[in-house]
C-alpha cells in the first residue's frame, strides 16, 4: 500500500503539465466523435463545440480542420509527390477559387505540370484558370490533389494511363534534374608499407580522382592521379598527373551526352582509343531499364590484402584494396569499353597483371528507334600531346521491326580508315545474337596498303526457366592485315612492329542458380590467341552454396579456381572457403588455396559491428612451415570510407595498408566532406535546416550532418529514382522527423540537393498567452521558422510543443494568419514542463 502510494504521488508530481496533456488528449478524441454533418460536395466537416470540455467554448477555432485538406490562402514551399515519384520542393500559392469563396486550391503552373511527366496528348487536354496561369485540374478527369502540410507536401494522383513509361526506380526525362551549382573534390589514396626478408622497407603511396564544378546542365572535370614510392638507398619515385580535361552534359531530348575535351573512344563496333575533341552519343543510361548494356566486370583471387589497380591506356580508372580470397568489381562506368589492364599487388610483394575486354551486348535497338554515336578529334596521349590525323567517326543501330536490327559505322582519318556493318536478330526465347563484319584501311610510308577483315559474333540471353544468364558470349576474328586505330597509329608514328596483333577472341560471362540445392555458379573466360606471340587464357570459375549444418544456419562453402595464362606461363590456382555463422553478426571461416607452388591454410574471425564498420582477423600456415596472420577493418565513415589492413608472415615479411577514399561538394546552399563511390560522379546534398548528427541513410551505411546541418550521399544511380532517408531507429531522442524521405532521380554528374524535415529540441506542455492575459483560441497552430508544425493550442493555452530550443522563435496562427509569435527563453529552465511562454503580436 505504502508503494502504490509512492507511485501515485510520482506520477502526479507535475499534476498541472500533466493534467493539461491528459485534457488536450482527451479534446482530441472528443472531436473524433463530435462530427455532426459531412457534405461530400465539399468535403467539408461541421463540428458541435458545445461537446468539447473547454472553458471557453467560444475562444475554439477549428476552421483549419473543418475541410478536409484544406490550407490558408498563400504560398507555401511543398514536396510534390506524384503517385510514388518526388518532385522537387516548390513555392506553390493556393488561391481562392471562383467557385467556391470559403475554400483554396493549389495553383499548379505550366512549369510544375511538365514535371509530372504527362503524355503530350494529355497536356493538349488540360485546361487552365486565373488568367491562364493554374491548372484547372478538373479538365483532367482522375487527377487528385491532397495537401498535407504536416510533411510539407503536395499528394497528386494521376492515372497511370496519363503518364510516360515508367518503372518501378526510372523516371521519365521530365522529371530529371541537373541539379544545383557547385563545385566538387574527389579522391581515392591507397598507401602500402612492406618489409620482405633480405630487402629494405619499401613505402608506397598511390591516389587517383577527379575535380571539377557543376554549372547548369554542364559538368566540368579535370582527373588526377599520383605516385610516390621510396626504398632506401634508392631514388624516391614520385609524380603527378593531370590525365584528362574534359566536360560533358546529357542532351535528355535525344537521350544523348555531350562531351568535350579528352576522351577515349565509346564505341560498339570499334577500338577504343584517346583522343581529343568532341563526341555525342546516344547514352544507355538514358534509356529504360531494359535497354541497357553491361557494365564491365573484373573478377579475379588475391591470395593477400592486395591492391588492385584497374586502367586504360595508362589512366587509372579504379583503384581499391581487397581481403584475401576472391574479388568482383562490378562499379565501374558502364561507358568504358576496350581493353583494360588489371594489376594486382599483393602484400608480400609479387605482382599479377592481365587483361579484360568489356563485352557489350549484342547492337539491337527497339522498333523505330535509332541509336548513334559521333565523334571529331584528333588522337592524343596521355600528356597531352595530340599525335596523327584528324578523324570523324559515326555509328548507329536501327531497330528495323521487333526482331531486327541493322548497324554499322565508319571512322575516317585521312590515311586510315574503318568501315562496318552488322545486323542483329532478337530470337525472343533464345536470346538475342548480333553478327558484323569491319574492314580497316592504312597506307603506311614506303609500304604496301594493308587492309583486312574482322569477324564478330555476339550473343546474350536470360534463361529465367533455368535461372541462368549468359551474360554475354562472343567471337571475334581479325585478319592478319586488319589493324585498329591504336595500332596504326603506333606503327605510323612511333615505329611500331604491330606485334600482339590479335587473331582469334573467345569470351564468355555465365551466371546460373540451382534453387533446388541453394548453389550459384559463375563464369568468366577468355582465350585471346595472337598472329606473333603466345595465346593467352583467362579463366574465373567460382561454385557457392548455403545449407545448414545442425545449428548452422546458412552455412556457406565456395569454390574458386582462376587461371592466368601470358607470355607462355600460367599462373593457376585453387581457394576455398568454407563460413560458418556465429552468433547475429559474426562469422567463423576456413580458406585454403594454392597458386603458384605455394599453398596456406587460414582460420579467420570477421564481424560486422554495424552498417558502417567490419573487421576480420585471420592466422594460418603455408606449405614452407611459416606462420601468417592478418588483419582488416573497414570503416564508412561520415567524411570517407577508411580501410586498414596489416599482414605477417614468418617473422621477416611484415606488410600494412591503409586506404582512403573520399570526397569535398561545395554549394550555395552548403559543404560537406563526405564518402564517395564513384569518383566525380552523382551525389545528394541533404540539409536538416542547421541541425547536425542527424542519421540518413542512402543504399550504403550511415552518414551523419555535420555541425552546418549538411551530408552528402554519392551512392546515387544515375537517371534512376532515388530515395534517402533519415534512420529513424538511430534518431536522437529529442529530434522529431517531419519529413524523413526524399527521392530525386538526377542526371549524370548532378548534385542534387533536398531538404528533410527535421524538428529538434525538448517537447514538454507549455502554457501560451496573449498580452491581455487570455489565450489563444483552441486549436491554433503553432509552427518554427522553418515553417513544420510544433504543436496546436489547447484549452486555456496548454500545448505539447516539440522543437523547444534557447532562443527559438515560433508563429501562432489562426483565422488564416500568423497572430502573434512565442520566443524560448535562453537559457532555457532546467524543466520546461509548465513553462508560460506569452504570445507577442505580429
Not at 252 to 262: F, N
Not at 284 to 301: D, I, K, S, W
Request: aromatic content about 10%.
Amino acid at each position: 500500500m505504502i508503494k502504490q502510494k509512492r507511485d501515485k504521488k510520482k506520477l502526479y508530481a507535475h499534476k498541472p503539465a500533466y493534467a493539461g496533456m491528459m485534457r488536450l488528449v482527451a479534446i482530441i478524441i472528443t472531436i473524433s466523435f463530435s462530427i455532426v454533418k459531412y457534405s461530400r460536395a465539399d468535403d467539408s466537416i461541421e463540428f458541435n463545440a458545445d461537446v468539447l470540455d473547454v472553458k471557453e467554448k467560444k475562444n475554439v477555432n477549428l476552421s483549419h480542420f473543418s475541410r478536409a485538406g484544406y490550407l490558408m490562402p498563400g504560398e507555401y514551399s511543398l514536396t510534390i509527390n506524384v503517385n510514388k515519384a518526388e518532385i522537387p520542393e516548390q513555392k506553390i500559392k493556393f488561391i481562392v477559387p471562383d467557385n467556391d469563396p470559403n475554400g483554396s486550391t493549389a495553383c499548379l503552373t505550366i512549369e510544375m505540370v511538365k514535371l509530372f511527366g504527362l503524355k503530350d496528348d494529355v497536356l493538349k487536354k488540360a485546361t487552365w484558370w486565373h488568367n491562364n496561369e493554374c491548372l484547372d485540374v478538373s479538365s483532367l478527369e482522375g487527377i487528385t490533389l491532397r495537401p498535407d502540410l504536416g510533411k510539407n507536401a503536395l499528394y497528386i494522383n494521376v492515372p497511370q494511363a496519363y503518364l510516360e513509361y515508367t518503372a518501378e526506380d526510372w523516371d521519365p526525362p521530365a522529371r530529371w534534374e541537373d541539379g544545383i551549382p557547385g563545385i566538387l573534390f574527389d579522391y581515392s589514396v591507397n598507401a602500402m608499407s612492406t618489409k620482405q626478408s633480405n630487402s629494405e622497407r619499401d613505402d608506397s603511396v598511390s591516389g587517383n580522382g577527379t575535380t571539377g564544378a557543376n554549372i547548369g546542365p554542364w559538368r566540368l572535370r579535370a582527373d588526377w592521379q599520383a605516385q610516390y614510392d621510396h626504398q632506401k638507398n634508392q631514388e624516391t619515385q614520385k609524380n603527378w598527373d593531370w590525365s584528362r580535361y574534359y566536360a560533358y552534359r546529357a542532351i535528355t531530348s535525344l537521350k544523348a551526352q555531350l562531351m568535350i575535351g579528352e576522351n577515349y573512344l565509346s564505341s560498339s563496333l570499334f577500338d577504343s582509343f584517346r583522343f581529343s575533341g568532341a563526341s555525342l552519343a546516344t547514352d544507355n543510361q538514358q534509356l529504360p531499364p531494359n535497354l541497357r548494356g553491361y557494365a564491365p566486370e573484373v573478377v579475379g583471387v588475391a591470395k593477400t590484402n592486395a591492391k588492385v589497380t584497374v586502367s586504360q591506356q595508362g589512366r587509372v580508372i579504379y583503384e581499391t584494396t581487397v581481403a584475401s580470397g576472391p574479388f568482383r568489381i562490378q562499379d565501374l562506368n558502364s561507358s568504358v569499353s576496350g581493353t583494360l589492364d588489371v594489376k594486382v599487388e599483393e602484400q608480400d610483394g609479387s605482382v599479377r597483371t592481365w587483361q579484360v575486354e568489356t563485352a557489350s551486348i549484342p547492337y539491337l535497338t527497339r522498333p523505330g528507334m535509332i541509336r548513334y554515336k559521333v565523334a571529331v578529334g584528333k588522337p592524343s596521349d596521355i600528356d597531352h600531346h595530340t599525335q596523327g590525323p584528324e578523324f570523324a567517326t559515326s555509328e548507329f543501330s536501327w531497330g528495323i521491326n521487333s526482331s531486327w536490327s541493322l548497324y554499322g559505322g565508319g571512322l575516317f582519318a585521312g590515311n586510315y580508315n574503318q568501315a562496318a556493318v552488322g545486323i542483329g536478330r532478337d530470337l525472343v526465347d533464345f536470346g538475342a545474337i548480333a553478327f558484323d563484319v569491319t574492314r580497316s584501311r592504312a597506307s603506311l610510308p614506303n609500304e604496301s596498303d594493308k587492309s583486312g577483315n574482322s569477324y564478330r559474333v555476339s550473343y546474350s540471353k536470360r534463361f529465367d526457366d533455368y535461372n541462368s544468364e549468359v551474360t554475354f558470349a562472343g567471337y571475334r576474328f581479325s585478319e592478319r592485315n586488319f589493324m585498329n586505330m591504336t595500332q596504326y597509329l603506333d606503327r605510323r608514328y612511333n615505329n611500331g612492329d604491330n606485334s600482339g596483333q590479335n587473331k582469334e577472341l573467345y569470351t564468355i560471362t555465365i551466371n546460373k542458380q540451382f534453387p533446388a540445392i541453394n548453389l550459384s555458379a559463375f563464369l568468366n573466360y577468355s582465350h585471346q590467341t595472337y598472329w606473333d606471340r603466345a595465346t593467352s587464357n583467362n579463366l574465373n570459375l567460382s561454385i557457392s552454396s548455403f545449407f545448414d549444418i545442425g545449428k548452422f544456419k546458412n552455412t556457406s562453402l565456395s569454390l574458386s579456381v582462376f587461371r592466368n595464362q601470358s607470355d607462355g606461363s600460367n599462373d593457376d590456382g585453387v581457394y576455398v572457403s568454407l563460413t560458418l555463422p556465429w552468433g547475429e553478426n559474426s562469422t567463423v571461416s576456413y580458406n585454403g588455396q594454392t597458386s603458384g607452388g605455394n599453398t596456406s591454410h587460414n582460420m579467420s574471425y570477421y564481424q560486422r559491428i554495424d552498417s558502417n564498420n567490419n573487421y576480420r582477423l585471420s592466422a594460418g600456415v603455408s606449405n614452407n612451415g611459416s606462420g601468417t596472420g592478418s588483419g582488416y577493418f573497414t570503416h564508412d565513415g561520415d567524411i570517407a570510407s577508411l580501410t586498414a589492413n596489416a599482414s605477417v608472415d614468418g617473422t621477416d615479411n611484415k606488410a600494412l595498408g591503409l586506404s582512403l577514399q573520399g570526397g569535398m561538394t561545395a554549394t550555395a546552399q552548403g559543404m560537406a566532406l563526405h564518402r564517395t563511390t564513384t569518383s566525380g560522379g552523382t551525389r545528394m546534398l541533404v540539409d536538416t535546416d542547421g541541425i547536425s548528427d542527424v542519421p540518413i541513410h542512402g543504399y550504403g551505411g550511415l552518414t551523419h550532418t555535420n555541425m552546418f546541418g549538411k551530408a552528402v550521399v554519392s551512392d546515387i544511380t544515375n537517371y534512376y529514382r532515388n530515395n534517402i532517408g533519415v534512420d529513424l531507429d538511430s534518431l536522437p531522442v529529442d529530434m522529431d522527423a517531419t519529413r524523413s524521405v526524399v527521392s530525386g532521380t538526377l542526371t549524370e554528374g548532378a548534385i542534387g540537393y533536398r531538404r528533410f524535415g527535421i524538428i529538434a529540441g525538448k517537447k514538454a506542455m507549455v502554457i501560451i498567452k496573449l498580452a491581455d492575459g487570455s489565450a489563444p483560441p483552441f486549436g491554433a497552430e503553432i509552427n518554427n521558422e522553418n515553417g513544420s508544425q510544433t504543436g496546436i493550442v489547447g484549452d486555456e493555452g496548454n500545448t505539447w510543443l516539440a522543437g523547444i530550443r534557447p532562443g527559438e522563435m515560433m508563429q501562432v496562427s489562426w483565422d488564416d494568419g500568423v497572430q502573434c509569435r512565442i520566443v524560448m527563453p535562453t537559457p532555457l529552465p532546467a524543466q520546461a514542463q509548465g513553462l508560460l511562454l506569452p504570445c507577442r503580436p505580429v
